[in-house]
């Protein structure tokens, strides 16, 4: 009977009572949150912080690309000669047609919203699973217990 508390066979000594093996990393992770593919770690108790402010940061990132792309749109949308003004006055780009910023522009909204919408996802799922005090993997595993 093992008294000391959960104890994992792969790294054949005891762990702390939320730790888990992770396959990916072969160690055991205390408070393990999820391996993060896109990191290539392990989240869990000793980074599980910086993980947070790093999606946290994401989205402020692509929230602020977000907002200038539309910024300049309304800005060649409403006052087209301004926009024509600004563009003057960067000398490789006086070749170019104005339209090919608007499409361009067009394009990086394209791929940056969906973007941040699924990064925003991501943080209130995580801002949840913190005031609900459990890993990604306890909500897994209940969600999938609940399912069985």
């Known amino acids: 009977v093992n008294t000391a508390g959960p104890f994992c066979m792969t790294c054949d000594c005891c762990v702390r009572p939320r730790s888990k093996h992770c ?3 072969n160690k055991c992770v205390d408070v393990f949150d999820h391996h ?20 946290c940061s994401v989205a402020c990132m692509v929230g602020i ?6 910024w ?5 949308i409403d006052d087209d000669s301004h926009f024509e003004d600004r563009m003057l006055e960067v000398a490789h780009l006086r070749s170019l047609p104005q339209e090919f910023f608007a499409v361009l522009l067009g394009v990086m909204a394209f791929v940056n919203l ?12 995580h801002c949840f ?3 609900q ?6 909500y897994i595993m209940a969600k999938r217990d609940m399912q069985a």
């Open 23 to 25: 396959r990916v990393c």
């Open 65 to 70: 690309v977000l907002v200038t792309i539309a």
């Open 72 to 76: 300049q749109l309304a800005v060649y």
């Open 133 to 138: 005090q459990i890993t990604t993997f306890e």
């Open 114 to 125: 969906p973007l941040f919408l699924l990064d925003m996802q991501l943080v209130l799922l």
């Open 129 to 131: 699973l913190m005031w």
């Open 36 to 55: 993060c593919m896109w990191l290539n770690s392990c989240i869990g108790a000793a980074n599980y912080r910086s993980f947070f402010v790093s999606v």
